[in-house]
């Protein structure tokens, strides 16, 4: 003011000086010769008039507050001066009225968290109040990161967040300029923060980070449990969405939104019934290197496991405890760039899945999150924040493996060639068996022939033995289609030290992610050639004393039952001859049925 007043009083002293006399004679028609008493003062009183007056009366003071919006603001001014008759006249003109209005600003919402370090912002974080039974109360000061309740009317240090653990403190943030209404307190709004899952929502009481900011902070505390609305606190479990929604009052125009998950998760499912499954090894890889990404914990900055296991929990470096469901896994934070998912299949699945992405969401417990990454493809982080959601569907192995054994022959002797044959049926109709292998365990003394195994025909190498000591060998087989069959055949040699009435030749097939077939098994009845182990009895009943070495033919004593201990037995002939074949080495018995004995003689 002080300035504009200055400038109309040199305006004002330019005319008094001769040249713009000159000039004042020509605007106001006014010559020397007219008035030779002064009247060449008049016009200089005359504009002196109209500038102090039109200066002062337009002047206002300087305001020490912000005037409120829809403020009426009149201005008249006045004009004063001396007429050429000597009259001091004033006139006033219209009045001209403002009306103040804001001056308005888009609002900001988002989510903040606190930090260890200078990341982000540094500002006060409350003290919130919160809505109950109509009124609003102050809530209790969160916990720090180090469990201990901060100062929320102290600057801390927050940086942005866009996911939360389900039991932490969620901090809000509304930038809002034109809320900022006295320049010398600091101003609260009113925020709708809720979650969508749960249907639980909360109106918060926030404060401006200090006076004349126009920006307002405030906290609610997350909870794992069912939604209580009204109890300022924010429900919802694991894989839920948090929503701030905040309405300028002076302008319903102005309108913002924040979202932030809770515990995001990513499940790893079977792809036929839909339902969780644990125990998948997953890792998170960097395509640039080729090597495990880095990863961090919500908080951006404590490092995070690159290898999880679905349905497992994890940790991350400052201490935080990650649970996740059956079937769930995570990867919170992680840098823009290109990555892709390593899967490990748990026993009796397979990695990626040959299932279309509808035939997935049309499962009854569908639909999922799948892309390029839920099939082991690689995929683009653009921003740094949260890790894009991949549910990761698993084949189970359908049906396994059905094996049979067979050999032609039904005995066999020393020195003899067996040729045997199996047949191995890969059952699942949809996923092809791989990692294949043939286990055989064959009788004691049974060698194979090298050279003689084929496979449908064809020539394949011979199989690898076990180590010293252990019986048997493996035969290691191609990938074997769905619903496919096929027919291996090798020879054995029975050797010397082949031993027992019957041998037992034993096979078993395996394939990759644990499958096992069924045992199968062929015996054959080991027949000895040239009684090469086996005895034969041979023996005499005569009529006579013991004390008489010598018996004549007649006295031989016929028709005389001779039993073994194993129910074998032989009848004597007509000079009293017996004998039993095929007897293995150890104790036998023999003993005389006496129902057989003629009556006239006894033992």
């Not at 060449?40 to 005037?67: D, E, K, N």
């Not at 900001?108 to 003290?127: C, I, Y």
């Not at 290197?289 to 995070?304: E, K, M, R």
Request: proline share 6%.
């Amino acid at each position: 003011m002080v300035a504009s007043i200055a400038c109309w009083l040199r305006r004002c002293a330019r005319w008094s000086n001769p040249v713009a006399r000159r000039a004042r004679r020509r605007v106001f028609g006014i010559t020397r010769a007219e008035n030779s008493q002064g009247a060449q003062l008049r016009p200089l009183s005359y504009f002196l008039a109209v500038c102090l007056a039109v200066g002062l009366v337009a002047s206002m003071p300087p305001a020490s507050a912000a005037t409120p919006p829809g403020t009426d603001i009149a201005n008249t001014a006045s004009l004063t001066y001396t007429s050429i008759a000597g009259d001091q006249v004033t006139l006033d003109s219209n009045v001209v009225t403002l009306t103040t209005v804001f001056g308005r600003t888009p609002s900001a919402s988002g989510f903040t968290r606190l930090t260890s370090s200078g990341t982000g912002l540094n500002e006060t974080l409350g003290p919130t109040q919160c809505e109950q039974n109509g009124a609003f109360a102050p809530l209790p000061a969160p916990l720090g990161l180090d469990g201990q309740p901060i100062d929320t009317a102290i600057a801390q240090p927050v940086a942005q967040a866009g996911v939360y653990n389900a039991d932490e403190t969620a901090f809000v943030r509304v930038d809002d300029g034109d809320q900022n209404l006295n320049a010398v307190l600091r101003e609260t709004i009113e925020v709708i923060v809720s979650n969508a899952q749960s249907g639980d929502s909360e109106t918060l009481l926030l404060l401006e980070t200090d006076i004349n900011t126009g920006i307002f902070t405030g906290y609610v505390g997350l909870a794992d449990s069912a939604a209580i609305p009204g109890n300022c606190q924010l429900e919802g479990g694991a894989d839920t969405t948090l929503e701030i929604n905040y309405r300028d009052v002076a302008d319903p125009a102005d309108q913002s939104q924040a979202v932030a998950l809770v515990e995001p998760l990513s499940i790893v499912f079977d792809s036929v019934s839909g339902l969780p499954v644990d125990g998948a090894t997953i890792t998170l890889i960097d395509e640039a290197t080729g090597l495990p990404a880095q990863v961090f914990g919500n908080d951006g900055i404590s490092a995070y496991p690159s290898t999880v296991i679905s349905g497992a929990s994890a940790t991350d470096a400052s201490g935080i405890v990650y649970s996740v469901p059956s079937g769930g896994y995570r990867f919170p934070i992680i840098a823009p760039g290109r990555y892709r998912l390593q899967v490990v299949a748990p026993a009796q699945y397979i990695a990626p899945s040959n299932r279309s992405i509808a035939e997935l969401n049309a499962l009854p417990t569908g639909p999922f999150d799948l892309d390029d990454a839920s099939f082991g493809n690689p995929f683009e982080q653009l921003l740094a924040g949260v890790t894009a959601l991949s549910d990761v569907p698993l084949d189970p192995f359908d049906g396994g493996l059905f094996l049979t054994k067979s050999t032609p022959s039904v005995t066999a002797a020393i020195g003899d060639f067996l040729r045997y044959e199996l047949t191995l049926t890969n059952a699942s109709e949809r996923v092809a068996a791989t990692g294949v292998a043939v286990n055989d365990t064959p009788p004691l003394g049974f060698r194979f022939v090298a050279g003689s195994a084929r496979l449908d025909d064809q020539v394949i190498a011979d199989p690898q033995f076990a180590s010293a000591g252990l019986p048997g060998f493996s035969f290691d087989l191609p990938d074997i289609p769905p619903s496919a069959t096929v027919r291996l055949t090798y020879v054995m040699e029975v050797t010397g030290g082949a031993r027992g009435r019957q041998a037992v030749n034993m096979a078993l097939a395996t394939a990759d992610l644990g499958v096992a077939s069924n045992e199968a098994s062929v015996a054959v009845r080991l027949r000895e050639d040239l009684f090469r182990s086996r005895s034969t009895l041979i023996g005499r009943v005569v009529e006579g004393g013991c004390q008489n070495q010598t018996f004549s033919e007649q006295a031989g004593v016929a028709g005389v039952r001779v039993f073994m201990e194993d129910g074998r037995f032989a009848v004597t002939d007509e000079g009293g001859r017996f004998h039993l074949e095929g007897l293995q080495p150890g104790r036998h018995v023999v003993q005389l049925d006496n129902l057989t004995v003629p009556d006239w003689l006894e033992l």
